[in-house]
């Protein structure tokens, strides 16, 4: 990938510092789910590059549906005042938060592992997230099993973003 496709930034922490006043003054702000959210979606704009190059584009644009709705959906829930209605939202984020790593899953004869790995374990931080979320603005639980999403510990926000 030419320096031309890839973001200005290296790390997450380096991105952090490109995202606008407007979204950091917003309450949402606070939410690491939604910080990750955003973060994944940026990358994966670039992702999508080299799929389009590809002419993978179903799947390009299966993933950019998915990972804008993750972000998307999270800011509409967060806006609604109950828990249940939040709730609804946050399924949303966690259901396209799924699909997003279902994506890269299927974009692995085109990305590369370093980039798949990199991005599904952001992903999975996202799903363990919403997943601990979910029940309380529910007052129950979710219904899935319970499961153990590991590696969600191991996110190094001064770890240079893989693209190649």
Same mark, same amino acid.
């Given at each position: 990938? $030419? ?7 290296? =790390? ?5 510092? /490109?995202? %606008? *006043?407007?979204? #950091? ?40 549906? $998915? ?7 999270? =800011? ?5 005042? /109950?828990? %249940? *209605?939040?709730? #609804? ?76």
């Amino acid at each position: 990938m $030419s320096e031309q496709n890839r973001p200005p930034y290296k =790390t997450y922490t380096e991105w952090m510092d /490109t995202v %606008p *006043a407007y979204l #950091k003054n917003d309450p949402i702000w606070k939410l690491d789910v939604y910080k990750f959210a955003l973060f994944v979606d940026d990358l994966g704009q670039y992702d999508l590059l080299l799929l389009k190059k590809a002419h993978i584009y179903d799947i390009a644009d299966q993933l950019k549906r $998915s990972l804008n709705s993750i972000s998307a959906n999270l =800011t509409e829930g967060f806006s609604r005042s /109950t828990g %249940p *209605a939040k709730a #609804k939202f946050l399924e949303y984020s966690l259901g396209s938060a799924r699909e997003s790593r279902e994506w890269y899953y299927k974009s692995r004869n085109v990305l590369k592992p370093n980039v798949i790995n990199h991005r599904t374990e952001y992903l999975t931080r996202i799903v363990a997230m919403l997943t601990a979320m979910i029940p309380n603005q529910r007052n129950h639980s979710i219904r899935e099993e319970k499961a153990v999403y590991t590696n969600t510990e191991t996110l190094n926000p001064n770890e240079e973003i893989p693209f190649t």
